[in-house]
């Protein structure tokens, strides 16, 4: 049987997952967060004092840290060690470690793995930084989404301020801006759009419309 694909890449802030939840409920195809995969082992190098730049403990650890996840009304439950870290993950603090410990290849690896027989099994919509460039080179439709860096952390923002929690604005870009730079430049599966993906930059767009973009561009290859 013929599993679908859908590639989504982009930098943080550009609305990759609240867009492709809502393409993945149109399309009832299934979504893939590959973010929160990388943001599951920086929490366990993060809870276990192994810093960023300890390249050896970091390969080790990757023989012996178990990510999976698991589908709980339809949401992704990304499960670390058996423990579900769903509601852990989400901090500025998770998400430059995730960044930082991205650029080993034995992370990557790992992960790479787990996405791609995802893939195999299901129709997917799975957004990450290498979706298009490495993990699904075959992916039916390929989207690169961005926004300005000052969009996007005005959204981080007030993400941030809706679940309580009080930040900087210009902190945030500026550590929007050092994640885009390390995530461009690491030598193993950058991110970079690839030659056959579409750009889609929702500096100006509402989410309804880069969702139904994505749609349209979807129904034409189907
Ligand atoms: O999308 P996110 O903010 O949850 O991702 C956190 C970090 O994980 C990101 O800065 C780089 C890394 N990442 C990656 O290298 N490749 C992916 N496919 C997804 C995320």
């Given amino acids: 049987m013929k599993y679908y694909s859908i590639a989504i890449d982009g930098p943080a802030g550009a609305g990759k997952s609240t867009i492709a939840k809502k393409v993945a409920k ?3 195809f299934i979504y893939v967060d590959t973010g929160a995969m990388y943001r599951a082992m920086a929490l366990y190098f993060i809870r276990n004092n ?10 080790k650890a990757c023989g012996h840290v178990d990510v999976s996840i698991e589908y709980k009304d339809k949401e992704q439950q990304i499960i670390l060690n058996g423990e579900n870290v769903n509601g852990l993950i989400r901090t500025e603090e998770v998400g430059n470690m995730a960044s930082a410990i991205s650029i080993y290849q034995a992370v990557r690896l790992k992960l790479v793995e787990l996405q791609q027989d995802l893939a195999n099994r299901a129709n997917v919509i799975m957004d990450g930084r290498d979706i298009g460039t490495y993990v699904l080179p075959q992916a039916d439709l390929k989207i690169y989404l961005t926004a300005s860096s000052k969009e996007r952390a005005k959204r981080r923002f007030l993400e941030l301020k809706e679940r309580g929690i009080s930040a900087d604005i210009d902190e945030i870009e500026n550590d929007i801006t050092e994640r885009d730079i390390r995530d461009m430049n690491r030598e193993f599966a950058p991110l970079k759009q690839a030659d056959d993906a579409v750009l889609v930059d929702s500096s100006y767009m509402t989410i309804e419309e880069v969702a139904d973009t994505i749609i349209k561009l979807f129904e034409k290859i189907r």
């Fill in 50 to 59: 192994i810093e960023s730049i300890d390249k050896d403990n970091i390969e």
């Fill in 26 to 28: 149109h399309l009832n």
